[in-house]
């Protein structure tokens, strides 16, 4: 019905039509809010303690020094000199000693590059993990040629690649190729287990000193109890500023 018509008839405008309400479902908006409470408490919950936070690991009542003459049997980075040194006892083939390396290796570009941090990394291959001692000696043997700690590295990068494999030996080589290694001289030393005696040695500085589980890390003589950037951090800066 036209309007001129409508009003002729019956006297009265057409009715407004209503107003549309949004079709926005409100399960959207409060997704919304709930992906923001996430990503507030992440924030909150994976930011370092601070130096000062009482949350922190001390060391133990009575708890003497570390005996840095141990330190010779493991592999040591940075100033002899340091006031603040960092221990690890831990296992290649061990999960959590892999999430751990990013920290150690963060660690190392932070602190120890700028002198401020020695650190020790022990090796303790546990009984159940068979090629734990191989990738130890694998670390040492390209220690041999200077590349360590890119060993090391790689290990944990790749440590799913190679933990289970039946010639860990074989994976090992293939990664000092990818390192610029003389694959030769590296394969001699793991067939004539050149390193074996070393890491044994490591692994008795661990029984003498009852470490038993892995990763274990210390900041001097006090033991974390959350091995991770976070803690690990915090610690060290607040030794650093003692």
Known sequence: MGEAKRRKETGAPAPVPKRQRSKTPLWIGAGVVAVAAVVVAVFFLTRPPAPTSDSLPVAAPETGPFPAQLDRYGISVGPEDASVVVREFADYQCPACARFSEASQRL???????????????????????????????????????????????????????????????????????????????????????????????????????????????????????????????????ELAR
């Open 108 to 238: 190392k570009q932070e602190y120890v590059d700028s002198g401020k941090v020695r650190f020790v990394y022990f090796d303790l291959p546990l009984r159940q993990h068979g090629n734990a001692m191989p990738a130890a000696m694998a670390a040492r043997c390209a220690g041999d040629q200077d590349e360590y700690w890119a060993m090391h590295d790689e290990l944990y990068r790749q440590q799913s690649a190679w933990s289970n494999a039946s010639d860990p030996a074989q994976v090992f080589a293939g990664y000092a190729g990818s390192l610029g290694l003389n694959e030769r001289r590296f394969n001699r030393c793991m067939s004539s287990e050149l390193h074996r005696e070393a890491v044994e040695q490591s692994l008795q500085v661990a029984i003498q000193l009852r470490v038993a589980s892995t990763p274990t890390v210390l900041v001097n003589n006090i033991a974390l109890t959350q091995p991770g950037w976070g803690q690990l951090s915090a610690v060290v800066e607040r």
